[in-house]
């Protein structure tokens, strides 16, 4: 069955680096596109970037562009996620999703989501 | 950017009662719009995609639908279990984006 699980969050201080990671089973990752989506504490779901299949296209949401880059490993089934100049406002659930294609469309599993607390 | 506006934000009802949300793209995504459902603690989860889709192992109470910009999930009967909050994406643009979610709450 497939499984995403996420690592890496904690408490960091703004402006700040800290990379998350998201360890991918029971599918070929290498033939999906891969998400982050973060959800801060009592609000909404934010999409945060998303990055093809093999790794050639990725694209971000307004409120991280520039800050953060995504990557995979598709040789160890592995997302990540590189956070820097981090923010109050980046506080959130940080969850993996799987698309249902090679690159951004909609998402069919979702990781348990890892916690990211930007704090001084 | 697309902006996905989801109503209402906060929605009471009772268990049997027929649920409408609705979900309103600032411009045309054709039919390209999700839903999920999302219980405290928990991850979100597929229900409809390609706007009127069912996912495999929802139930067949639920439905969505489309006219236009505008995008509908029907819940014909609510059950216990559906008491949760509800968001639509869509993915007709290469920057993906969520509606603000409604909360089906028990009246």
């Known amino acids: 069955q497939v499984q995403l699980v996420e690592s890496g969050g904690g408490v960091v201080q703004p402006g700040r680096s800290l990379r998350l990671s998201c360890a991918a089973s029971g599918f070929t990752f290498s033939s999906y596109g891969m998400h982050w989506v973060r959800q801060a504490p009592g609000k909404g779901l934010e999409w945060v970037a998303v990055i093809s299949f093999d790794g050639s296209t990725k694209y971000f949401g307004d409120s991280v562009k520039g800050r953060f880059t995504i990557s995979r490993d598709n040789s160890k089934n592995t997302l990540f996620l590189q956070m820097n100049s981090l923010r109050a406002e980046d506080t959130a659930v940080y969850y993996c999703?799987?698309?249902?294609?090679?690159?951004?469309?909609?998402?069919?599993?979702w990781g348990l989501g890892t916690l990211v607390t930007v704090s001084s | 950017d697309i902006q996905m506006t989801q109503s209402p934000s906060t929605l009471s009802a009772s268990v049997g009662d027929r649920v409408t949300i609705t979900c309103r793209a600032s411009q045309s995504i054709s039919n390209w719009l999700a839903w999920y459902q999302q219980k405290p603690g928990k991850a979100p989860k597929l229900l409809i995609y390609?706007?009127?889709s069912l996912e495999s192992g929802v139930p067949s109470r639920f439905s969505g639908s489309a006219s236009g910009t505008e995008f509908t999930l029907t819940i014909s009967s609510l059950q216990p279990d559906d008491f949760a909050t509800y968001y639509c994406q869509q993915y007709n643009s290469n920057l993906l984006a969520f509606g603000q979610g409604t909360k089906v709450e028990i009246k």
């Open positions: 390609d706007g009127s």
């Open positions: 999703a799987k698309d249902v294609h090679e690159s951004g469309t909609y998402f069919d599993y």
